[in-house]
């Protein structure tokens, strides 16, 4: 069965250090794979997302994200860390063609930034 | 400005009794989703619909309902079949096209007393 994994609920970094949000899945088959985030109380709002080409994929607000295929993981980075980024972040595998929209969602990790 | 309105953000229901929340999109999108959340949990599915008068049931459909009339409304109702009815609720819609993008409304929460 298609699972996504985000092994850290929470995580703590120092304002200006760097991230790095950890997400696994299990998708036989090319994986459609996005990272939301979302604010307390609010709605998810796409970060990035990969579907082909590129194993890198630059986001919005600095972030990045790499798939690694050999390690069926969806890594999200920032080099530096803001106040603002404060919030909850989720990984997503998209199921495909006749799927679209269908998304299976990870726990989610709760970003803590430290002034 | 164009986007996805859930409404009401916050409903408190009675047990027993059912209750419709609102989305509406004019993205012109094709297919819309109701998801929910509850807390430490990820999102889970609940029903979808790709066209107009027609739907599917997602992961967790047991005790709600829903209706696609229009191609810009997809509301959700939660019968009082549904045990466990306190949550977050979100509605999301795309286009009909592999590979696009979900945009999420910003969401309802439901609180019954």
């Known amino acids: 069965a298609q699972s996504v994994t985000q092994p850290d609920i929470h995580i703590t970094v120092s304002e200006g250090a760097s991230l790095e949000l950890r997400c696994n899945y299990s998708y036989g088959a090319t994986p459609y794979l996005f990272w939301y985030v979302q604010s307390p109380g609010q709605g998810l709002q796409l970060l990035l997302k990969?579907?082909?080409?590129?194993?890198l994929v630059q986001g919005i607000k600095g972030f990045e994200a790499e798939f690694k295929r050999s390690q069926s993981s969806f890594n999200l980075r920032k080099p530096s860390v803001h106040w603002s980024d404060a919030a909850e972040y989720f990984c997503a595998v998209g199921l495909g063609s006749s799927n679209t929209g269908k998304l299976i969602f990870g726990q989610g990790t709760t970003l803590q930034v430290k002034p | 400005d164009g986007g996805i309105t859930q409404s009401p953000k916050y409903l408190f229901r009675k047990e027993g009794q059912n209750v419709t929340l609102s989305c509406e999109q004019n993205l012109n999108h094709d297919a819309m989703y109701w998801y929910r959340q509850d807390p430490g949990q990820g999102l889970r599915l609940i029903y979808y619909?790709?066209?107009?008068?027609?739907?599917q049931k997602g992961d967790i459909a047991e005790g709600y309902s829903v209706s696609r009339e229009k191609k810009e409304s997809f509301p959700l109702t939660v019968t009082s079949a549904q045990k466990n009815p306190t949550a977050f609720y979100l509605c999301a819609s795309s286009k009909q096209k592999t590979g696009n993008t979900i945009y999420f409304g910003e969401g309802s929460w439901l609180t019954v007393v």
């Open positions: 619909s790709q066209i107009v008068n027609d739907f």
């Open positions: 990969y579907f082909s080409g590129d194993t």
